[in-house]
């Protein structure tokens, strides 16, 4: 039986909004507030950024930990790090810990990624020796050959995440905390991370893997932690977490309210799903079609604006995308400072039965800029796919597939 590397018991943070440093009992401080403009007392909002958190982690496994953003993920990641601490509660840990929590941490601009790799890893605990043995197989990790003597102020994003990725895996601690950073790197590079904290795992290393990625998450974790508003809403398997996940803030009429991206450029105000019917529901039948519908605001002028809509099944992987400029009738490069209204028409027997959820997003150029997003809504909102009598449930057995469309077949 393997033993626990990580216990956490209780584990409660609690913020209040808005203060920038504890104030002490000071002379200088009291003088201070005395002469301030506004001495009446104000009132201090405060916030659990997590609650009672308790769980266990064993020696070699790797946990996924998932949730919308501001459940609480990123701090809990950040207490296990000793990088700040728990409000009450505890967390037992037994190993020497590597974290990867944001793109940067640890290096310092002015120093090329030579310098950085022995100061993060110093940072980490490491012996010069064992920096040195580890030395060649992180800078051929990162892909960063040519820039190893370069400051790292030069750096770009993806090559930050490469090289502090290569020194978190490559430099040996016992546990290994990585939090979504790999959304920054480029496709195969991401597949090479994967590939890495699967054999972190199989050397008797533990890894908590933090991300929005449900197919990574559903390819390197057995098991996973659902985060929601600081509290666990779910340890499990997770094929079971997952769909759970996917479900939070499901709308039942099939209609979600939200303010989701920039509000000088673009927001996105409601996304629904709209049924054979005519009327907003969270549930649309197999052999019937059914639209996606977006309403946004434009704040300035887009060019080579798209209106971007994902559809993605339980497991995190992308169905299908779409874009307004798909149809003939809605070939707009170039959106004006308004309020739109746009939907698409998904067919009956395309989707197979079951639970999916949108990602919309607003993509364009803004005054010349690169190509850039500009209003996103993550897995707005959740929808299912029901059986009522279609062609597949004629068959044997549920037509497999994500996608069962009906085809035009010649017989002879």
Known sequence: MHESVIKVENLSKLYNLGELYQQTNSFRDKVTSFFKKDNRPKKVETIWALKDVSFEVKKGEILGIIGRNGAGKSTLLKILSRITKPTRGKALINGRIGSLLEVGTGFHQELTGRENIYL????????RAEINHNFDEIVAFAEIEKFI?????RYSSGMYVRLAFAVAAHLEPEILLVDEVLAVGDVGFQKKCLGRMGEVSNEGRTVLFVSHNMAAINRLCKQCILLEEGQVRMIGATESVIP??????????????????????AIIHEIGIINSWGKFSANVEV????????????KKKLQMAQICIAVLSTDGNT??????????????YTLSPKTYQARVRVPGNFLNVGTYSINVRILGQLNGEIR??????????????????????????????????ILDWAFE
């Not at 003597?149 to 102020?153: A, E, N, R």
């Not at 759970?244 to 450029?265: C, F, H, T, V, W």
């Not at 169905?319 to 707009?332: G, L």
């Not at 997003?373 to 497999?400: N, P, Y």
């Open 120 to 127: 993060n890893g110093a940072i980490l605990g490491m012996r």
């Open 244 to 265: 759970s996940y996917l479900s939070q803030g499901e709308s039942i009429s099939g209609l979600a309210q939200l303010r989701a991206g920039n509000k000088d450029s």
């Open 372 to 405: 850039c997003s500009h209003a996103v809504a993550f897995m707005a909102l959740t929808f299912r796919v029901e059986e009522t009598g279609s062609v597949a449930s004629k068959l044997f057995d549920r037509r497999r597939g994500v996608v069962t469309p």
């Open 149 to 153: 003597d370069t400051p790292m102020k």
């Open 287 to 298: 052999n019937k079609d059914f639209f996606i519908w977006v309403k946004c605001t434009i």
């Open 319 to 332: 169905v299908f995308v779409t874009t307004h400029i798909d149809s003939e009738k809605c070939k707009e």
